[in-house]
């Protein structure tokens, strides 16, 4: 079955420091989301690309947040630098772009980012 | 943006027929109604999804009354790996924006 595969799954850091998480979607899936999800919390929208373009990016942290899906294929979101605040896991999911109104968002392991 | 609210835990025997409801009074006349599970460290996994009445699959089913202003998830005979958070999702899903949260969902103990 395929998968959304995410890497690196772990990764500690400490805070002022570069991270940057990798995403590649199921083949085919044109609508691809980035998500935040803080310990004890449901997952946080960061960004939604539509193939290489961002369809919505409201929630995501500018400053020091950036997403991007140059070939409209696979992904990377990068924070720089690093807060604690930031510790969190950090989910890619996608979805086709002929799904039309099914809610079927398929979901990576994660990546979970510790800031020291 | 339509509002859900949960319970925020629940405990479960073996063997026993769980029922998560979910209030979404303000659901719009284009939301579907969609239901994930998330175990520990993993991803959410898509459950069911429904615009009203009843629907079954090899998982679950999903209650939707008729003024949709609840739906109930419906987890037959729960063995302990169904220990999880489940989030119940209302929206009108399209490929050009999101209108919909996750909230923080209901964490079901399934005890032995």
């Known amino acids: 079955e395929a998968e959304v595969a995410q890497s690196p799954r772990y990764k500690i850091t400490e805070k002022s420091q570069a991270v940057a998480f990798w995403c590649d979607p199921i083949?085919?899936?044109?609508?691809l989301y980035w998500y935040r999800q803080i310990l004890g919390q449901g997952p946080e929208l960061l960004v939604q690309?539509?193939?290489?373009?961002?369809?919505?990016d409201s929630q995501l942290p500018k400053d020091r947040f950036s997403a991007e899906r140059l070939k409209g294929v696979d992904s990377t979101l990068k924070i720089q630098p690093a807060e604690l605040g930031d510790s969190a896991m950090y989910l890619c999911?996608?979805?086709?772009?002929?799904?039309?109104?099914?809610?079927?968002?398929?979901f990576g392991e994660g990546s979970r980012l510790t800031v020291l | 943006l339509a509002k859900t609210t949960q319970p925020i835990s629940m405990d479960s025997y073996e063997g026993q027929e769980v029922n998560i409801t979910c209030s979404h009074n303000?659901?719009?006349?284009?939301?579907?109604i969609t239901w994930y599970q998330q175990f520990p460290s993993q991803g959410p996994r898509f459950i069911i999804q429904?615009?009203?009445t009843k629907v079954t699959n090899e998982v679950a089913s999903l209650f939707i009354p008729a003024d949709r202003k609840s739906s109930t998830l419906s987890l037959p005979r729960v063995s302990l790996s169904d220990t999880a958070v489940y989030y119940c999702?209302?929206?009108?899903?399209?490929?050009?924006?999101?209108?919909?949260?996750f909230g923080p969902g209901t964490r079901l103990s399934v005890l032995p």
């Open positions: 999911a996608s979805r086709p772009l002929a799904g039309g109104n099914t809610g079927e968002l398929f």
């Open positions: 083949s085919g899936h044109a609508t």
């Open positions: 690309f539509q193939d290489e373009s961002v369809v919505d």
């Open positions: 303000n659901i719009a006349t284009n939301d579907y």
């Open positions: 429904g615009y009203k």
């Open positions: 999702l209302v929206g009108e899903w399209d490929n050009y924006g999101q209108n919909f949260v």
